[in-house]
């Protein structure tokens, strides 16, 4: 019986031939990946153990990304601890002030996750870089602890939904619009503690950053991770910046599968996740004069520099509406660095925007936009729960670049092709 690509890497990384799903397994990490929310209780964790050394002090990667730079007392005394662990450690991939970026855009960036890899993060969307084609999950702190100091995580192997994505595209639809369709069409169990594997031609056509979107978002169907097959567009992308030698494996012909969806693409237009589930899935056209207060475009999601070119794009020439904040995030500061070269940023000022150092910030309500109470956001981020980015009774709208910033220009959630 053949195997899944994820099944071949786990399997791999275990000196086994093959593994099955529901099989207990510790296979060896090759990224061990906290932040400097999650980090503290890992390290404390990794202490606990006894273990002096960290099994690998290059495989280990702590970014301080989500409340930095530094908004309180608390979130200082957090990095600081982190900080001085990574210094006694001699932690390789320690990232903060002019280096930190948000860490799913960083670390591709840097060359750090490759293909074949098994990842294991402190933060639920460490399943990014399934589309790199390596297994890529979120665990505890007490696993990243752990890992620490093994240099394994114990898990068990998921069973794996096939999607099959057919069709042509329509104006203006991207990753974003098919992961949230797709979380749509399944719910946020629809995957649970299951692979998303997507294929099909309209997945081959796409380029990487719409595809770090997509697998980015595999947790918010319950996925235990997402996967893309690797191709020549992610040698391309990895063969520029990787640290070190990779293998790429592929799922066999008759690899057996738990379940296979198919989606026509031709049927989707530009989504919006309303309040207060990314599931809330629908054509963000059908939604008649939702007034909004906040737009936010950045992320882990959809902060990279393409996702700005194309709000750049949009919002050249014209300004955001008077009633609507517009917060700018690049993800990176080679992303900021890209944009400012290319004239973006000056775009988006002269738009109206606030442009913002990489940070996680706005998206878990941590600083840098939080909402007030009666507040509606549309914004390029993963999460609508109830508070999520600030006040209970305040909304997200989750939806693409290409969406947020037509709604900040119109005041309302709106579909690009109302701007003429």
């Not at 060359?111 to 639920?124: F, K, N």
């Not at 999607?163 to 797709?182: A, C, E, H, M, P």
């Not at 999601?301 to 009633?323: S, Y």
């Not at 973006?344 to 000022?349: A, G, W």
Request: net charge positive; proline share 4%; with cysteine.
């Amino acid at each position: 019986m053949g195997l899944t690509i994820t099944e071949k890497i786990l399997a791999s990384h275990c000196g086994k031939k093959f593994v099955e799903p529901g099989e207990f397994i510790e296979p060896k990490v090759d990224i061990s990946l906290s932040n400097d929310v999650t980090a503290p209780l890992a390290i404390k964790e990794f202490r606990s153990t006894g273990t002096k050394k960290v099994f690998d002090k290059n495989k280990i990667a702590l970014v301080m990304d989500h409340f930095t730079p530094n908004k309180d007392i608390n979130s200082a005394q957090q990095v600081k601890y982190v900080r001085e662990f990574a210094q006694e450690q001699k932690i390789k991939h320690y990232y903060e002030g002019g280096n930190v970026g948000v860490e799913h855009a960083l670390l591709p960036e840097k060359g750090i996750v490759v293909p074949g890899d098994i990842v294991v993060g402190a933060d639920s969307h460490t399943c990014t870089y399934g589309a790199l084609g390596a297994f890529a999950t979120g665990v505890g702190s007490t696993d990243i602890g752990a890992s620490m100091a093994t240099g394994k995580v114990w898990l068990k192997v998921p069973q794996t939904i096939k999607f099959v994505y057919k069709g042509k595209l329509n104006k203006w639809v991207s990753g974003k619009d098919l992961i949230l369709y797709t979380i749509g069409k399944i719910g946020v169990d629809g995957a649970l503690y299951k692979t998303m594997e997507f294929t099909g031609e309209v997945i081959n056509k796409l380029p990487m950053h719409e595809r770090f979107t997509m697998a980015n978002m595999a947790i918010e169907a319950g996925g235990k991770s997402g996967i893309f097959h690797v191709d020549k567009k992610t040698v391309d992308y990895v063969s520029k910046r990787a640290l070190r030698k990779f293998k790429i494996f592929e799922s066999d012909k008759d690899a057996k599968y738990c379940d296979i969806i198919e989606i026509n693409c031709s049927e989707i237009y530009p989504q919006i996740s309303a309040p207060f589930l990314p599931s809330n899935a629908k054509a963000a056209k059908s939604l008649k004069k939702t007034y909004i207060n906040q737009v936010v475009i950045g992320s882990c999601t959809n902060g990279r520099i393409e996702d700005l070119r194309i709000a750049a794009g949009i919002l050249k020439n014209k300004k955001v509406n008077p009633n609507v904040r517009t917060l700018i995030i690049p993800a990176t500061p080679a992303v900021y660095s890209d944009a400012l070269k290319e004239g973006l940023l000056k775009i988006f000022m002269d738009a109206g925007c606030v442009v913002s150092a990489p940070t996680c910030g706005p998206c878990l309500g941590g600083h840098m936009g939080i909402l007030a109470a009666g507040e509606r956001c549309v914004a390029t981020t993963n999460r609508n729960f109830v508070g999520r980015m600030g006040h209970v009774q305040s909304e997200v709208y989750l939806a693409s670049p290409a969406v947020a910033a037509t709604s900040a220009i119109k005041g309302y959630v709106a579909d690009p092709s109302e701007i003429k």
